[in-house]
């Protein structure tokens, strides 16, 4: 008799969920935060799956015009629903992300809107904070440009200010000061936030941030003296694409002298340029923010690709079947769990250590309030460091997981290929990892050098002030094998660089061994945020225990994968790394039988995730096909092109093959 196996493996996922050993529900909170945002989450997403106009499922198919203007339609029904509905900023916030297409709308709310806050003036934020909010403009983030993103120093866009008129003047000099990048920009802004050099008196002062609009608000039409455009096709179908990331070049554009942003430096009537007594670094105030949600997006995607992977890899079979009886679960494989596992525990980790950052970072805006700049360096350090870790571990895991799936994860269907190509880009913006890496670890080498001056670290990197002890000690396996081994990875580098003719020299030759001590140092952050999490009070049945095993499957795993680093420092004998290894493959036994609730807890809804692999229901294999006969080459069964190029090729070997 033939057996049904999509029905069978419907079944399947259910029996999963019926093994777990903990609440899911509880999970769910632990995961989210509190019950509150649970429930206003999960009102959000519904609202966004119930809704045709936010229909993605057709998305990599759409031509990138077509792709663009849906962006554009579903940014305006999104703005009508929370206008509608009256939503918090909280659920509006909410309601942007499950629509999950990258728009316009997250410069102008993600950079745009902070960069005001943070740099203007009150009288400009009352200006023009209230046009934002109402969406009265569009405006966006214009600070990179084609000759420089990394290095915001090199900009070469110019502001000269002329007293005459009591403007400015924006002008891109060369080719290479083309503004090339920005979100929003190509099509869609009628605004910007633009970084430019200051001039006045005969002086330049360095990169300032302006005001500049760029298009009519009649007609939409660039203004005088601005050119304008997107950039062009990027990585990926569908992804990124929905996005206008556009170019921008000024001839002698005249803005007026309010439009600087000038909370932390000011330009009179007269041409004077007056320093406020702000550190100049709050100039990137903007980018430390977004780089903090960053690391909270991370958890998102990292969760997404993981829930993917896990319910496939119950559902799908392969070998192993006994007198006939069903294969196995390629689930129960050790090599897949091996694989898997680390990945879902970092969705974890990733998830806590972003709201330490949250937390972290809403500190130092309350202290900067208070011209408090202690926490600043603290502040850059952490969204720099955990942007740049989080990011490339989640980037590689997206990756990872494909794999995981097999064949069907290379199929759009899985959702896994637009997840990566739209995801892969946070490696580089807002900071190239490798750039934000070597920012940490010029930090740490400070911080190093005032160790002999008696001067105790303190924050994320106080460890350090335990110099004496964790430079000798042989170490259990826990956080002083982490602490230890980041700290003697700095220590090593600070001595190299000391060697060398001058520090600049040395850090230059040394920055492959600086990018590791900063890698090693961030992890060591995320396992200790993971595990101050689990000595929290946590409700619900075996949730504790489902956490703390995440937590040692986390820490462990980035013991195992970077033994070299704990063995050539001395933090760990071998002998520890091979019980580390025998005490990883203990857990990942454990983690099995819970690990589609793991991801359940993540409370995705269908419309999320965005893939028939991935399917709560379980029902893969109906879907699969089904979707399949959607794809535009399936509207007609004869391909067009047949009469064309195939008939007259397969006509001409059959007169050959008469010959
Ligand atoms: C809900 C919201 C959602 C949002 C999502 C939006 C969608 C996302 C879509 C994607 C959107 C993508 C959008 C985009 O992509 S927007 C464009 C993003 N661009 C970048 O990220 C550029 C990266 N480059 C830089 O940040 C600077 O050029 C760096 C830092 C590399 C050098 O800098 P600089 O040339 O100045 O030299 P310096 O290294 O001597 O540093 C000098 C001093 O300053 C301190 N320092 C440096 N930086 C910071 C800082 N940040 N806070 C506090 N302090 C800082 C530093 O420690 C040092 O201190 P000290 O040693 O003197 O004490
Ligand atoms: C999808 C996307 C969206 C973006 N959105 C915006 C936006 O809205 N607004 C905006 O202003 N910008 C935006 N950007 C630009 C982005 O911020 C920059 O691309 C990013 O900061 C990297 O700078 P870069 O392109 O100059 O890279 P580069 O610095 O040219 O990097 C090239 C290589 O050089 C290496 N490198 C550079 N400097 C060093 C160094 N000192 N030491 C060692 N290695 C180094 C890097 O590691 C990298 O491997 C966006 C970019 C992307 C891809």
Redesign the pocket.
């Known amino acids: 008799m033939a057996v049904d196996h999509a029905a069978a493996e419907v079944d399947h996922l259910a029996a999963e969920r019926a093994a777990a050993r903990f609440d899911v529900e509880a999970m769910k909170i632990a995961w989210a935060g509190s019950r509150h945002a649970v429930d206003v989450a999960d009102r959000m997403a519904r609202l966004v799956a119930s809704d045709p106009v936010f229909r993605k499922d057709n998305r990599t198919m759409l031509s990138r015009k077509d792709l663009f203007k849906d962006t554009l339609r579903k940014a305006a029904h999104a703005w009508k629903r929370i206008v509608e509905l009256r939503l918090t900023e909280e659920e509006a916030?909410l309601l942007r992300q499950y629509v999950d297409q990258p728009g316009y709308v997250?410069?102008h709310?993600?950079?745009f809107v902070p960069a005001i806050k943070g740099q203007g003036t009150e009288e400009q934020q009352k200006k023009w904070l209230p046009l934002a909010y109402k969406f009265q403009i569009i405006g966006c983030?214009a600070?990179?440009e084609l000759g420089h993103?990394?290095?915001?120093?090199g900009l070469e866009t110019t502001a000269t200010f002329d007293p005459m008129t009591d403007e400015f003047v924006i002008h891109s000099p060369t080719l290479t000061s083309s503004k090339w990048w920005p979100?929003g920009l190509g099509k869609a802004s009628t605004h910007a936030v633009v970084y430019a050099r200051l001039i006045t008196e005969g002086k330049d002062y360095g990169i300032h941030g302006f005001i500049v609009q760029l298009r009519s608000l009649e007609d939409h039409s660039p203004l005088p003296g601005v050119t304008l455009g997107d950039i062009g096709g990027k990585f990926g179908s569908g992804a990124y694409n929905s996005m206008d990331n556009g170019v921008l070049r000024f001839d002698h554009v005249r803005i007026p002298r309010d439009q600087m942003l000038m909370r932390l430096s000011q330009v009179t009537r007269e041409g004077k340029y007056v320093q406020s007594d702000v550190p100049k670094?709050l100039l990137?105030g903007t980018?430390?923010y977004?780089r903090q949600?960053i690391v909270a997006d991370a958890s998102k995607a990292l969760s997404r690709a993981v829930c993917i992977a896990v319910r496939y890899s119950a559902i799908r079979k392969q070998f192993g079947s006994q007198d006939g009886g069903p294969e196995t679960q390629v689930l129960n494989y050790r090599t897949q769990q091996s694989r898997l596992f680390p990945l879902l525990a970092s969705a974890y980790a990733f998830r806590f250590v972003g709201d330490w950052l949250n937390w972290l970072y809403t500190d130092v805006t309350q202290k900067l309030e208070v011209k408090d700049y202690s926490t600043?360096?603290e502040a850059?350090a952490c969204t720099a460091g955990l942007k740049a870790v989080t990011t490339s571990a989640t980037a590689d895991a997206i990756e990872e997981c494909r794999k995981l799936c097999g064949g069907h994860g290379y199929l759009n269907s899985s959702g896994l290929p637009e997840l990566f190509a739209v995801y892969v880009p946070a490696c580089t913006?807002?900071?190239d990892n490798v750039?934000l890496l070597l920012?940490v670890a010029?930090?740490l080498m400070?911080t190093v050098s005032q160790l002999t001056s008696g001067k105790q670290p303190v924050g994320t990197m106080a460890y350090m002030g335990k110099v004496q002890h964790l430079m000798q000690s042989k170490c259990a396996v826990k956080t002083e094998a982490f602490e230890a081994r980041a700290l003697r990875m700095a220590v090593n580098c600070a001595q190299n660089i000391g060697q060398a003719s001058n520090q600049e020299e040395g850090f230059y030759e040394r920055s492959p061994d600086l990018l590791e001590a900063a890698v090693a140092h961030i992890q060591l952050i995320i396992v200790t945020k993971f595990i101050e999490k689990v000595h929290q009070d946590i409700p619900g049945h075996g949730v504790k225990e489902q956490l703390q095993n995440l937590c040692n499957v986390y820490a462990l795993y980035t013991l195992h994968k970077h033994l070299g680093d704990f063995l050539a420092t001395g933090s760990l004998t071998p002998k520890q790394g091979a019980l580390a290894n025998e005490q990883l493959g203990k857990l990942y036994a454990q983690v099995r039988p819970n690990a589609v609730a793991l991801v359940d807890a993540f409370n995705y809804t269908d419309h999320y995730l965005g893939s028939v692999l991935g399917r709560y229901d379980g029902n893969v294999y109906p879907a699969l096909y089904e979707e399949a006969w959607k794809d535009p080459l399936n509207e007609t069964v004869v391909p067009e092109g047949y009469h064309e190029y195939l008939r007259p090729l397969l006509k001409q070997q059959l007169k050959l093959s008469r010959l």
């Open positions: 916030s997250d410069l709310w993600g950079m983030y600070q990179t993103g990394s290095n915001v120093q979100g670094q990137y980018m430390v977004v949600s600043l360096q850059h913006y807002e900071g750039v920012q010029r930090i400070k």
